[in-house]
């Protein structure tokens, strides 16, 4: 009885069912499973910079550059595929620290992003490559100008300036040329970025015929700087080369002043190329005796393009920009452009591409040799009068 009882209301059931879909009270017994899929795609790019500590302006200017792209592209309707496509920035604070970066690249790889832009200094870049490329996931670096980045012999690995061994023989070759006879001091601070550079600088400067009488040590926080500047005044270096930042070249300048250390030139690459290394020297900027240079840089016939993007970034965010962050804009840009040629935001599928691909940003063309290395990089020579940064020319 019990199972006849059963069987009846569930025949009953059916039935019920089977007229109110007739009647369109209820939904098909089997739903058209394409409609439950989104009709925008979501497409995440990670973002990895110092947004805190010492350079944690620089990690802020960078950010911006990711956001106006991502934005931009939104803005545009971009399909991939076939598909309308959003793109969400996920951003992850390094703070410059090597051990942080790592952190950070694992919980960018936890949210699942296509692709990474990041991060900002080279030590800090070169640990989390590794975390990305167990990963699968390509990394575009604005800024990271370590050699050993690109030759570690990850394919997914990519720079979009040139490298520290390019500008510091190019800063060589510079000086040299006109100061062969002069006597050079070298400063850096331990950085994977600020010994690299300063290294290439006494390599290039010594085989050109410069002699190197110091080479002095510190590090990327420090503040005092009394027994460093002592040691230079008593080997009496004309020209001195500084490989780090201008959180710790600005201070060092003022205290130069301060000690009665006086010298030629004081010279360095990108990291102290910045319109805040003013302020932090004080009176310690001399006029026409900073000169430094920055990985990268604006010919004449993309000009107008860089112009236009300098007047955005201040409109929309009310600061000028620092220095990276038109090289964020151009790797966000060129990284999705790579997706739309693969048709999809898979690693896998648009890295082929990426590896191919010949774009015209804002910066200058983008194309990537064999190792991930920008071709043809530029170098822009710059120095300060009256507390402003001046360029000096554009070199490849």
């Known amino acids: 009885m019990n199972r006849f009882i059963l069987f009846f209301v569930l025949l009953l059931f059916e039935s019920r069912v089977a007229y109110a879909q007739l009647s369109g009270g209820l939904p098909p017994l089997t739903p ?33 550059g990711a956001k106006m792209a991502i934005e931009e592209l939104n803005a545009s309707g971009t399909t991939i595929g076939g598909r309308a496509v959003k793109f969400e920035l996920v951003t992850e604070d390094d703070a410059a620290d090597p051990r942080q970066a790592v952190i950070a690249a694992q919980r960018i790889v936890s949210a699942r992003v296509s692709g990474v832009i990041g991060h900002l200094n080279s030590g800090s870049t070169i640990p989390a490559s590794s975390v990305y490329n167990n990963a699968g996931i390509p990394q575009i670096s604005p800024s990271a100008t370590n050699p050993k980045f690109t030759r570690q012999g990850i394919p997914g690995s990519f720079r979009v300036i040139a490298d520290d061994t390019q500008l510091a023989r190019k800063l060589a070759e510079s000086f040299g040329k006109s100061h062969r006879a002069k006597r050079y001091a070298v400063i850096d601070d331990r950085t994977a970025y600020g010994a690299g550079i300063a290294d290439e600088f006494k390599k290039n400067i010594t085989a050109i015929g410069g002699a190197v009488v110091a080479h002095e040590f510190t590090n990327d926080r420090a503040i005092d700087f009394r027994e460093i500047i002592t040691s230079l005044k008593a080997r009496k270096a004309d020209i001195i080369f500084f490989g780090g930042m201008d959180t710790v070249a600005g201070p060092l300048l003022k205290q130069m002043k301060q000690m009665g250390l006086t010298f030629e030139y004081f010279v360095g690459g990108d990291g102290i190329c910045t319109s805040e290394l003013a302020k932090l020297a004080g009176d310690g900027l001399t006029d026409g005796t900073v000169v430094c240079a920055e990985a ?20 929309k965010f009310n600061a000028d920009v ?34 191919k691909i010949s774009y015209r940003g804002v910066t200058g063309n983008i194309s990537f040799d064999d190792l991930g290395d920008i071709k043809s990089g530029a170098i822009t020579g710059y120095t300060y009068i009256s507390g402003k940064r001046e360029q000096v020319g554009v070199y490849r």
């Open 32 to 64: 058209n499973r394409t409609s439950s899929l989104p009709k925008i795609t979501i497409v995440k790019i990670g973002h990895v910079g110092p947004i805190s500590g010492v350079i944690g302006h620089l990690g802020i200017d960078n950010e911006r």
């Open 296 to 315: 990268g840089g604006v010919e004449e016939a993309y000009a107008t393009d860089m112009n236009i993007f300098r007047s955005k970034f201040k409109s």
């Open 322 to 355: 620092q220095l990276y962050s038109p090289y964020v804009y151009d790797s966000v840009k060129v990284m999705v452009q790579s997706m739309v040629i693969a048709g999809s935001p898979e690693p896998s599928r648009y890295l082929p591409i990426l590896k």
